[in-house]
């Protein structure tokens, strides 16, 4: 007797505080950015003339286009959630596929934005970029920073998901236990959570 | 065995969320081409906010968690929009 319920007893595991754990991680990702976007604020109000200039050569449209990207995304790896809970592994793999094919055409989009600017020769450190005003050099050292910074984000959260994915077909994550699979789908959120305020401040604002 | 069953939210409802989502980015693309002037940036700003708010709500299942949790995502929003506001105090009466 004693011993079926030591076995029963060290299978517990305690979702609750798995996932606190995780939202205290994810608060100092927020304040990671948050730091950044506080800069972004201050430097705005200093030099509110170079930022406007600055903002108009970003591409609205790839960023609108990775914003839609994102926000499906975000909807896919929720909707994992509600198929491991239902008991439908396979539909919550195809899921957590979908969202990582997605997680690859925002970083494609990525690749030919940044590419572009690489071409034109707005890096930091060019000499192009060295002759701009110091509002706008200070405007696209805050755009590679964030986005950048963004973008390794969603590089690790594709990570994460791709080690979901694999539990989710070993069986290891499972209708009764899919705390991973919960907790990389907040890892998720939170990408595109930081990505709609990124696209507005950077993108659509001139 | 998880000692409660977790709230496990519909297809139909993580669909409808997404749609509203796309509406608000759309508005907020529109919403730009007006030119609000200084208010531009205040109108992006609200409407991200209120997206970030559903995403948290829906996607990140807040509205299902214990109280405890969800005061501390509160808590956490209350001390940044603080510490906002004390940077700027810094910069403008410095």
């Known amino acids: 007797m004693s011993t079926t319920e030591h076995s029963e007893h060290s299978e517990y595991i305690d979702s609750e505080t798995g996932k606190m754990g995780m939202w205290l991680f994810l608060f100092t990702e927020l304040f990671l950015f948050g730091g950044l976007f506080i800069v972004y604020a201050v430097m705005r109000s200093k030099y509110s003339a170079d930022f406007h200039h600055a903002a108009l050569e970003l591409n609205a449209f790839i960023g609108a286009t990775n914003t839609v990207v994102l926000l499906v995304s975000s909807m896919t790896v929720a909707m994992s959630l509600t198929a491991i809970q239902k008991n439908q592994p396979n539909i919550a793999i195809w899921l957590i596929f979908f969202t990582l094919i997605l997680a690859g055409v925002f970083m494609i989009n990525k690749y030919f934005e940044w590419g572009h600017k690489f071409e034109l020769h707005l890096y930091p450190g060019s000499d192009v970029m060295k002759s701009l005003p110091h509002g706008e050099i200070m405007f696209f050292g805050l755009y590679y920073m964030m986005t950048g910074l963004h973008a390794l984000h969603v590089i690790i959260g594709g990570v994460l998901l791709t080690i979901v994915m694999v539990r989710l077909k070993t069986g290891k994550i499972n209708q009764q236990h899919y705390l991973l699979l919960e907790n990389g789908a907040l890892y998720w959120h939170l990408v595109d959570l930081i990505w709609i305020f990124l696209f507005p401040l950077l993108y659509l604002i001139t | ?94």
């Open chain 2, 1 to 94: 065995m998880k000692n409660h069953e977790d709230h496990i939210t519909s297809y139909s409802l993580n669909l409808s969320v997404l749609l509203i989502l796309l509406i608000l980015t759309t508005i907020s693309v529109l919403a730009v081409k007006f030119h609000f002037g200084a208010f531009t940036v205040a109108v992006a700003l609200i409407i991200a906010s209120v997206k970030a708010g559903i995403v948290l709500t829906y996607f990140m299942h807040l509205k299902f968690e214990n109280l405890l949790l969800r005061l501390m995502v509160v808590g956490v929003f209350l001390l940044f929009a603080i510490v906002v506001v004390i940077t700027f105090i810094d910069y403008y009466f410095r």
